[in-house]
């Protein structure tokens, strides 16, 4: 049995505590030495960066978000204690927790300390693909002999270093791959690390809720419970085919992590092919003022994308799926590239008219794609839409005011439908 001292990093046997430190974060596994996709989640980041910053907020319930109108963007852990939870309603955050602090987001902040744990990543590998800014998937494969330690060692040595000169904490999940990799991140938060080994894959997984899959929401929570399946034992008695028939592309992949199998690699550097958002609904809707509300929300989310990293994209998708599961995508190509939020939605807004399907839907996304860069992007203007140039020079003054004082300074009227 492997087992390392996370605090002083020394490899020991399996004991209480280290032998050479005291320590009792010991970590033990039988592949822990031989396991090398990782994921690396800070731990409540952006509330961590506002308390690093400001220590008369240690041992308070920190809120992330905007005003009682907007949402949780994130919750330290003294205020998840007490219900708050990300993405949801402040009003209803500040009704569990009213003592709490709530501060709005400082991006610089953020993606400061972001780059810093990028740059302690990359003196590990270079094969690194982050989600966000708090959180990356790390392939270590081939690394023992460049660091003379093996990847579990050098990722106790990551969070230790964020520790020391950063402030801030992070939890390793370590596996043979990257759906385990960040299923075992999410076992032992904060600042935990957690392994799943090849040879328990089986066992660890068979009685889990399905839940625990990332990307199954509420809604498709709710699809498999109706079909009876409510643990990864419940999907093994699934054939594939089924699966697929019941649950279309979703179906196969599926069968697939209920067997612990994910043959995804860690992307490192990969181009951005597109930009997209989506969201799920609580309940199935085919109301045209609901849906037209999300496109705009939806535009705005994916504009400031483009804008942030510096593209524009020349095609816009729709994408709808409906109560059984049936996705309908369409798409259209502009004259020239996009960045801008009111294009996007115009255009998205416009394939839903062409649609012709009532729904009802649960899930609607929109996005971009033929990405370029925003050199010569909407300068060709619209004969047919002389107002256009109109509100583009609105919609740059609308960012300059938002980058300023935050996203909800202003709202368009539809975004609050």
């Given amino acids: 049995m492997a087992s390392l001292c996370r605090d002083c990093l020394k490899e020991i046997p399996a004991v209480a505590r280290c032998t050479a430190c005291g320590s009792p974060r010991i970590l033990s596994h039988p592949e822990l030495m031989e396991l090398t996709i990782a994921h690396m989640d800070c731990d409540a980041f952006y509330a961590s960066v506002e308390k690093r910053d400001n220590p008369a907020l240690a041992g308070k319930p920190v809120i992330i978000g905007g005003g009682r109108r907007g949402v949780v963007s994130t919750a330290c852990y003294v205020a998840r204690i007490r219900g708050v939870r990300s993405a949801m309603p402040m009003f209803k ?32 590998t270079p094969a690194i693909e982050p989600l966000s800014l708090d959180e990356a998937f790390l392939d270590m494969t081939g690394t023992t002999r460049l660091h003379g330690a093996a990847p579990a060692v050098m990722l106790a040595r990551l969070v230790r270093r964020m520790k020391t000169e950063l402030g801030l904490t992070g939890s390793i999940g370590l596996s043979h791959n990257k759906f385990l990799a960040k299923v075992a991140s999410d076992l032992d938060k904060p600042h935990g690390f957690s392994v799943i080994g090849r040879a328990e894959t089986g066992a660890f997984l068979r009685n889990k809720p399905v839940s625990m899959i990332w990307g199954v929401g509420a809604v498709t929570q709710a699809a498999l419970e109706k079909a009876g399946v409510r643990t ?35 992307s490192a550097h990969e181009p951005v092919k597109s930009i997209s958002k989506e969201t799920t609904f609580g309940e199935d809707t085919g109301n045209p003022d609901i849906l037209d509300g999300h496109i705009w929300r939806l535009s705005v989310q994916v504009a400031d ?14 994408k709808l799926k409906r109560a059984n599961f049936k ?30 399907d009532p729904g009802p839907f649960r899930l609607i996304g929109v996005g971009i794609s033929d990405l370029g860069t925003p050199d010569g992007a909407d300068l060709a203007g619209d004969l047919l839409d002389p107002q256009a140039s109109q509100r583009s020079r609105a919609e740059r003054a609308t960012d300059s005011i938002r980058n300023r004082f935050g996203e909800q300074a202003i709202v368009k009227g539809r975004a609050l439908r």
């Fill in 232 to 266: 990864f034992a419940d999907l093994l008695r699934w054939e594939k085919d089924d699966l697929i028939l019941r649950f279309g592309g979703m179906g196969e992949r599926l069968w697939h992590l209920a067997r612990g199998q994910d043959h995804r690699r860690v």
């Fill in 305 to 318: 994308r483009a804008k942030a990293k510096g593209m524009a994209g020349r095609i816009v998708t729709l």
């Fill in 327 to 356: 996705t309908l995508t369409r798409r259209v190509s502009l004259p020239d590239h996009t960045q801008l939020a009111d294009r996007i939605y115009r255009h998205a807004r416009a394939l839903f008219d062409q649609l012709g």
């Fill in 93 to 124: 955050a500040l009704q569990l927790c009213p003592e709490a602090v709530i501060i709005k987001p400082r991006m610089d902040a953020y993606v400061e300390a972001s780059r810093a744990i990028r740059a302690m990543m990359e003196d590990l």
